[in-house]
DNA sequence: CACAATTAAATTGCACGCAACTAAATAGCG
DNA sequence: CGCTATTTAGTTGCGTGCAATTTAATTGTG
C-alpha cells in the first residue's frame, strides 16, 4: 500500500517543481502586462507596498516583501532612476533611507488600477479558490520557513 | 457587496506574492538540505530528471523543466564541472548534446533518497494535501500559460 | 562617558531565469 | 540537388535573490 522509496524522488519533484513552474507562470504573464508600465514584477511587487503605505524605510519594505538590501538596494536605485521613487537618509536615524514615492511614481497607481483584473483573469480562478489557494500558501510558507530555520540551527 | 476597486491593488497582492514567498521559502528550506549534496535547488530539480529519465538532450531537458538553453546551458556546465555529469554531441544530429550522468552523478542519488521526505516534513502537509495542492498548481500554471500567450499575440 | 554589541544599507560575488542574438546543423521545399 | 527555413545550443545582457562582508550610526552596558 506504500509508496517505494524510489518513487519518492519523482513524487518529489511534483511538489516543489509544480510551485515552482507556477511562480514562474505566474512572472510570465505579469512580464507581459506589467510592459506597458515599465516595471518588472519584483519592482510591482515594490511599488505595491509604497501605494499602500506610503513612505517606508528600507528595512520595513523588506519585511513586508520578505526581501532584503541585497536585493532591494539595487531595486530601488532603477526605481529612482526611472523617477518613480526618491531615497532619502532619515534625519532622526542616519543608519536608514526612507523611501518615498515621487509624484510620477504615485501617479503611476492610476494605470496600475487595471493590473489585478487582469491577473486573476488570467489565473482562470475565482476569488474564493484565489483566498483558498493564498491561505494554503501562506500556511505553506510558515511552515518552510520554521522548518528551514530548525534544519539550519539543528546541524 | 463587492470591493472597491482601490482595493483590487492590495487583493491583488495577495495573489502572486502568497505564491512568490512559498517558492522562495521552498528555496530556502532546499539550499540548507542540499548542501550536504553540493547541489543548488535548480540543479537537484535537473539531476531528479536525469536520475528518472537517464540520458537526455538538452532540449529534452528543457521541456521536462520549463526551461531553455539560456539557463541550462551554464547550469550543466557547473554539473559537469563538479563530475556529476557529462555532456557530448550527439553524432546523429550534431545540433543536440546529450547529457548523461557520470557513476558519481548516478551514486548521488543514494544520498538524494531522504531529501524528499525532508522537504514533505519541512510542508507539514499530508500527502493528500500536497497532492491536491500540486493539481491546484498545475491547473493555474496551466491556464498562466495560456493567458500569457494571449496576451502576447493579442498585443 | 567609553566601548562593545547591534542595527541599517550598501556592496560583492554567485547562480538562476529569460529575452535577444549567434552559430551550426538539419529538414523541407521547389 | 540547392537553397531557404527551422531547429538546437550557446552566448550576452539584465534583473533579481541571497549569502557574506563592509561601513556607518545607534544602543546598551559597565
Redesign the pocket.
Known sequence: MSTPTADWLRLDQQICFSL?AAS??F??VY?VILKDLGL????Y?VMLVLWEHGEL????L?EHL?????????????LEAAGLVR?ER?T???????VRLTEEGAALRGRALEVPRRIAAATGFDLDEIRELRARLDRLTTALDAAAAEEEAGR
Open positions: 515552482n514562474r507562470a512572472g510570465g512580464r518588472t514584477y519584483p519592482q511587487l524605510p528600507v528595512k520595513k523588506g520578505r526581501l532584503d538590501s541585497g536585493t532591494l538596494s539595487p531595486l530601488l536605485k532603477r531615497r532619515s532622526r536615524d542616519e543608519r536608514s533611507v526612507q
